[in-house]
């Protein structure tokens, strides 16, 4: 008698498992996850941030940085001021869509994604437009610390209204971040590389920061989306402006 071959669902059923325990953390993750995909229009859009002035001018400033204040500054530092100073100028970008209506935070409470043994976790750092780069850049590595060692309060992880992703340090470049419920937006930072740039006629060795940007489309469209990230861009360009 001839069988039937099983087809590649029963294939997959017949193959052995190793169940794990799924802990609490990761159950939120994936919860937080699919309902931000089931429940918002996303779109993600890229660009790339010629950085070269500002990795060049980073050692100097890092030097001040150590004497003065006992930090380090790092991209991510550099990104997260740029992306506050950007949402003060595109404010739609710190919206969320509830109840058939936009609305519109008047702070910055921005979230830095860290990521976990076991998971990540997003520290908000509340009303971020009013700090300093230095000031920021304690926060987030402050933040960061307490997310690692598992001592984040539940008030430490709330209220965010933008989210910035950084992988570059795993040598990603674009990717797809996912909106941290109920934001309109959130940042996905590459890994910096060099390259080689055209400044004016001159062709020179650059290095450039891949830029991702998911935003929700029932809050705004893709030209205000892209004029908030090319504002992101002009800033890490632009170093100096930053400092300002």
Not at 24 to 31: L, V
Not at 105 to 117: K, N, Q, Y
Not at 154 to 172: K, M, P, R
């Amino acid at each position: 008698v001839l069988r039937a071959l099983p087809d590649e669902k029963e294939k997959q059923h017949n193959e052995p498992t190793k169940p794990q325990p799924v802990s609490m953390m990761r159950k939120t993750i994936a919860s937080r996850m699919m309902e931000s995909l089931q429940t918002s229009a996303q779109l993600t859009i890229t660009m790339k941030a010629d950085v070269t002035k500002l990795t060049a001018l980073q050692p100097e400033l890092n030097e001040t940085a150590a004497g003065r204040h006992d930090i380090k500054l790092t991209m991510t530092d550099f990104v997260a001021k740029a992306v506050v100073l950007s949402l003060l100028e595109h404010p739609a970008m710190n919206s969320q869509y509830q109840n058939d209506r936009v609305e519109t935070f008047e702070h910055v409470h921005l979230g830095i994604a860290a990521a976990l043994d076991h998971g990540l976790a997003v520290p908000v750092i509340r009303h971020a437009e009013k700090l300093s780069l230095i000031e920021l850049a304690k926060s987030i590595k402050s933040y960061g610390k307490k997310a690692r060692e598992g001592k984040l309060l539940h008030d430490e992880i709330e209220g965010s209204t933008f989210t910035i992703t950084n992988l570059g340090a795993y040598g990603v470049e674009h990717f797809t971040p996912i909106l941290n419920p109920p934001e309109a937006g959130i940042l996905g930072v590459g890994k910096a590389d060099h390259m080689p740039v055209y400044h004016g006629n001159e062709l020179c060795k650059g290095t450039i920061l891949p830029l991702s940007l998911t935003f929700d489309h029932r809050v705004l469209d893709g030209a205000p989306a892209s004029q908030f990230l090319s504002t992101v861009k002009t800033y890490l360009e632009n170093p100096v402006s930053i400092l300002l």
